[in-house]
T-cell receptor, first 116, second 114 residues
């Protein structure tokens, strides 16, 4: 079965510091991968998605970037964090077209980021 | 443009009551998918159900049931005999065929009191 991992689970960082959040998926190959952010008490905002290694699409221009160095690894980064970057970051995967799971996104446990 | 509206921000019920969470969607596409996710206090989004636009058959899974009506662009979710463990934020979402983007509603926070 497929599983998705995110770390760290929680993170407290000062303004201006760098950020690296990691997401990995097991039990599937060539997944589509997504990064979402959920601000406190609000809905989910899609930040980036990737359909393959090195292929990144950005939904919202901002202080963050994403990379996919390996098939099942998705990294969210920032060179200098802002207060507004605080939130709950969720990674998700979906199967590539042609498989039965293609239409559904499955989410990881999330990383709660607080920028002080 | 696509949009999902969950007008109920918060609902409080007492255990064993039935509760319905509303979801109204907007899209001009004829092929699309609708989803419900549960977000318990731990934060992880748990997938509950997926429906495609060609399948209006209602579905029941244990105490959960879903009512999909294209005529009113609604995909409502009912929990029968609610339990404290049902307390969570519930999100409705829409994805148009051949796109990668999930459009989420703003969520409904359900509190079930003992």
């Amino acid at each position: 079965s497929q599983t998705i991992h995110q770390w760290p689970a929680t993170l407290v960082q000062p303004v201006g510091s760098p950020l690296s959040l990691e997401c990995t998926v097991e039990g599937t190959s060539n997944p589509n991968l997504y990064w979402y952010r959920q601000a406190a008490g609000r809905g989910l905002q899609l930040l980036f998605y990737s359909v393959g290694i090195g292929q990144i699409s950005s939904e919202v221009p901002q202080n963050l970037s994403a990379s996919r160095p390996q098939d099942r690894q998705f990294i969210l980064s920032s060179k200098k964090l802002l207060l507004s970057d605080s939130g709950f970051y969720l990674c998700a995967w979906s199967a590539t077209p042609g498989t039965s799971l293609v239409d559904t996104q499955y989410f990881g446990p999330g990383t709660r980021l607080t920028v002080l | 443009a696509q949009k999902v509206t969950q007008a109920q921000t918060e609902i409080s019920v007492v255990e064993k009551e039935d509760v319905t969470l509303d979801c109204v969607y907007e899209t001009r596409d004829t092929t699309y998918y609708l989803f419900w996710y549960k977000q318990p206090p731990s934060g992880e989004l748990v997938f509950l159900i997926r429906r495609n636009s060609f399948d209006e058959q209602n579905e029941i899974s244990g105490r959960y049931s879903w009512n999909f009506q294209k005529s009113t662009s609604s995909f409502n979710f009912t929990i029968t005999a609610s339990q404290v463990v049902d307390s969570a934020v519930y999100f409705c979402a829409l994805r148009v065929y051949n796109t990668d983007k999930l459009i989420f509603g703003t969520g409904t926070r359900l509190q079930v009191f003992p």
